[in-house]
């Protein structure tokens, strides 16, 4: 849990699970037996995201659009009590997580589904990737619906007495996962579309420790934590909704939700970039 030293790289490896989320469920929604990469699952689940993206990549089009791929993957920016301290969700609307297999999928450490070669099409790999985040948060809030039952649990740090280092606790009701009623009546449109969707997971980190340099202005603006995500994910498979809800950048209404395709897509879009000094080369490994 303690392994990484830069909280931003938590909340990308919380994206990276929502991916696959998204790409597990839509591998069995659209009857694919086996898929080698992400493409061959977008492929048949997003077509005209997958075109619009071969497009670009031929020169046929020069603005990035998620089209039927979107509010896929959100990320929303809110406040937390302090202005340094965000609360950040991430919603993905995938394959939803049952209860019982909390513990052994988004609350466990090292229990990775996703080390065998048939799940090439997934980012993660470890299992571990989430749980790194935990450290740069107040609390973690994991609400996920799976047949049509929000699941949820609350993981928070804790000092206990005769333990060397901080504990991390979830709770639960013995062993049980809880379970929330949707009494909902007002409430953001993404928490909204969460709730209605027919499956899926929201994790809210609250209180996020992240480097001025990706809060200090609107998420979506150069540098900031929209072009965060564009490097981590480089040659990401979906697009990722950015939506910048803290009061100080409401008034900003044109830049409240933008996506982030990944750095391989916006050096085909970007307008700066230099496509005669653009190209590409074969690196020969292992014959």
């Not at 929604?29 to 995201?49: E, L, M, N, T, W």
């Not at 001025?212 to 490097?231: A, F, Q």
């Given at each position: ?52 993206r071969k497009d670009i990549l031929e020169g046929k089009e ?226």
């Open positions: 849990i303690n392994s990484l030293r830069d909280p931003e790289k938590g909340v990308i490896e919380r994206i990276t699970n929502a991916i696959d989320a998204v790409l597990e469920k839509e591998k069995i929604r659209c009857s694919i037996s086996s898929a080698s990469s992400p493409d061959i699952i977008v492929k048949k689940a997003f077509p005209r995201y997958y075109q619009h020069t603005k990035a659009q998620a089209l039927d791929a979107t509010d896929k993957i959100v990320v929303a920016i809110n406040d937390g009590s302090q202005s340094n301290k965000p609360t950040i969700d991430i919603i993905d609307k995938g394959t939803g997580i049952d209860g019982p297999q909390f513990s052994s999928t988004i609350l466990s450490i090292n229990g990775s589904n996703k080390l065998s070669t048939d799940k090439n099409y997934l980012i993660g790999t470890f299992g571990q990737g989430g749980s790194t985040s935990l450290p740069f948060t107040y609390a973690t809030l994991i609400i996920s619906k799976y047949n049509n039952i929000f699941h949820f649990t609350i993981i928070k740090r804790f000092e206990l007495a005769g333990c060397k280092n901080f504990t991390f606790l979830y709770l639960g009701n013995g062993d049980k996962i809880l379970t929330l009623k949707n009494d909902i009546v007002e409430s953001d449109e993404y928490i909204k579309s969460f709730v209605d969707s027919e499956s899926g997971t929201l994790v809210r980190m609250i209180e996020t420790e992240i480097p001025r340099e990706y809060r200090m202005n609107d998420v979506v603006k150069p540098g900031m934590l929209g072009d965060l995500i564009n490097t981590e994910l480089f040659n990401v498979a979906l697009p990722i909704k950015l939506i910048e809800n803290r009061s100080n950048f409401l008034e900003n209404k044109n830049a409240q939700a933008r996506n982030s395709f990944g750095s391989y897509i916006k050096m085909h879009t970007w307008k700066y970039a230099k496509t005669d000094l653009s190209g590409s080369f074969v690196i020969d490994h292992n014959n």
